[in-house]
């Protein structure tokens, strides 16, 4: 192994031993005067940014930590010791070139709030000269903003961290029994992108601007303005916003917040950006995460620090949809043949098995009330069960499994009684509808229709130019002939079951319509439904033809 990997581990050994951690791997406890949250908090500060960002994960789960260690883990959140403001203004006037007073009517140089890869600074803007507007679109004079500045050297300390954890994951995927399996390499990989991203403030205020977009008018969540003039890949200026920070929970319950109505509009935030807009906030931790009570019966979010964002490949939304509903119903065997169809388990595996394996995980959940069920636990549970038919890691889910969970553990400090899958539910429910309901298939077919009508001539056309060629290289051999006799086969059903599919629906829709303004004849509503079951069966035929196409 690399000398400064070696030199790295060694730092990390004598970090684990000054603060006395060793009894968090189940070795005896020493004497030690502070007590073991607050070691493992100064530890987790002296080894670097990637560490504290594991902190930030496990201070958001109260659930899996004892209270105390939580409770000192969350100040790692904004409260990690800052660097000078001083060095924060240089690199501000470095970034934009020109001196600080030249863009900001004040800058205080008395950080706001410290964080392992950046730090905030309070500001007010200058009016621009001659009253010229900016690329945000407005003049702004007076206006209130943060400036984040990302720390000197940031990049170097994650880069160390990031390559002995490159070599770890590769030794334990090359010797760990079940290294394959758990694909370390492809997961450290997945969170170097994540954590390289993060250094680029460029791509944060990216970021933000697209939430902004989504969210814009909602009165759940508010997203602040980006200041694209002054924003450069180490320096982010950001229109400030003022609320109640979510560890705040006294400040909250005297401003007579809805603790049950925010808990649920975390929880449909979450769920929301994850399947509607494709496009999740992934590090919402409570130092990331404010309340505006100027309704405190609907209170609204305030979101800030967007480093971190998450998305997902239309498969993985489906599946995970799919998998996510058929949990919510207790369907077994769909949650087997999905994980099976997706490759997430051996292709050889018995469905039955696996379908016993998770029922014996979801019944005593499930007998439990709705609010005594961990999301987390319930997934550290289906992971461990999984275990025993190889299941497959996937990188790509790791964010979303990090985000989930963190969303769950708020949810619950805030609301006890919070039923993460009830409130979730009817979002799954609304998201499947609109992509497999008969107005998104209608489209999709008139979408496609073209294509398909030109399949069969295409395929005739390959055909004929292979008969032409007569015997020698290009024939067509038996082999060959029955593929392309499949392919026509399979073609000409695609069109077939998409047709039927879009007819049905079609019909359904035009049977409702009669009746919606007047009381529906008898059977008429099941007739309807009859028909949607109908057209989902053949259009989902005809997607699994060309599938196999």
């Not at 994951?169 to 390289?196: C, M, N, Q, T």
């Not at 009381?519 to 699994?544: D, E, H, K, N, Y």
Request: hydrophobic share 45%; proline share 7%.
């Amino acid at each position: 192994m690399n000398p400064l990997r070696l030199a790295r581990m060694w730092q990390i050994y004598r970090v684990v031993r000054k603060y006395g951690l060793g009894e968090l791997m189940g070795r005896k406890p020493r004497q030690h005067k502070q007590p073991r949250g607050e070691r493992l908090r100064l530890a987790l500060e002296e080894l670097g940014p990637v560490f504290v960002k594991f902190g930030q994960a496990l201070s958001t789960r109260p659930d899996i930590l004892p209270p105390e260690v939580a409770q000192e883990l969350a100040k790692l959140q904004d409260r990690v010791p800052p660097f000078p403001g001083a060095e924060a203004r240089a690199i501000v006037e470095k970034a934009l070139g020109k001196p600080v007073a030249e863009i900001f009517a004040e800058f205080d140089e008395t950080p706001l709030a410290a964080a392992s890869v950046a730090q905030v600074h309070t500001a007010r803007l200058k009016p621009l000269p001659n009253g010229a507007e900016g690329t945000t679109g407005a003049n702004n004079p007076g206006m209130e903003v943060v400036v984040k500045v990302l720390r000197p050297g940031v990049e170097a300390l994650v880069e160390r961290d990031i390559a002995l954890l490159r070599a770890l994951a590769d030794f334990a995927e090359r010797w760990h029994p079940s290294g394959k399996r758990l694909r370390p390499k492809a997961v450290v990989a997945e969170y170097e992108k994540v954590i390289f991203d993060e250094l680029d403030l460029m791509r944060e205020g990216a970021n933000c601007a697209q939430l902004r977009r989504n969210w814009l008018g909602s009165e759940l969540i508010y997203h602040p303005l980006v200041f694209w003039d002054y924003t450069r890949p180490d320096v982010l200026v950001l229109e400030r916003i003022y609320g109640i920070s979510i560890r705040e929970m006294d400040t909250l319950r005297q401003g007579g917040a809805n603790f049950q109505v925010l808990a649920e509009r975390g929880v449909e935030i979450f769920f929301k950006q994850v399947f509607r807009d494709n496009f999740f906030h992934a590090d919402m931790h409570p130092g990331n995460i404010f309340v505006d009570l100027a309704d405190p019966r609907k209170p609204s979010y305030l979101a800030v620090d967007f480093g971190i964002v998450g998305s997902l490949t239309q498969a993985d939304q489906r599946y995970l949809a799919e998998n996510f509903l058929a949990f919510f119903n207790r369907d077994y065997k769909k949650v087997a043949e999905l994980h099976v169809e997706s490759g997430w388990i051996p292709k050889g595996t018995r469905v039955e098995d696996f379908e016993s394996a998770i029922r014996t995980v979801c019944e005593p959940i499930f007998g439990k009330p709705i609010k005594d069920i961990s999301f987390g636990f319930f997934l550290l549970r289906l992971f461990q069960i999984a275990r025993r038919f190889n299941y497959q890691v996937q990188p790509q889910l790791v964010l979303l499994q990090k985000t989930l969970l963190t969303i769950e553990g708020l949810g619950r400090q805030l609301y006890p009684e919070l039923d993460l899958w009830k409130t979730a539910k009817p979002i799954m429910e609304e998201w499947m509808w609109n992509r497999i309901g008969p107005g998104a298939q209608l489209a999709r077919l008139r979408s496609q229709a073209p294509a398909l009508a030109e399949s069969l001539p295409e395929l005739a056309q390959r055909a004929l130019k292979q008969l032409a060629q007569g015997p020698g290289q290009g024939a067509l051999n038996a082999e060959s002939l029955d593929a392309l006799r499949g392919e026509i086969r399979s073609a000409n059903r695609r069109t077939v079951f998409a047709a039927a599919g879009g007819a049905t629906w079609l019909a359904a829709a035009l049977l409702y319509g009669l009746t919606a303004h007047s009381p529906p004849p008898p059977g008429v509503l099941p007739v309807c439904g009859m028909l949607t079951l109908a057209g989902a069966w053949c259009w989902r035929r005809a997607m699994r033809h060309e599938d196999q196409a």
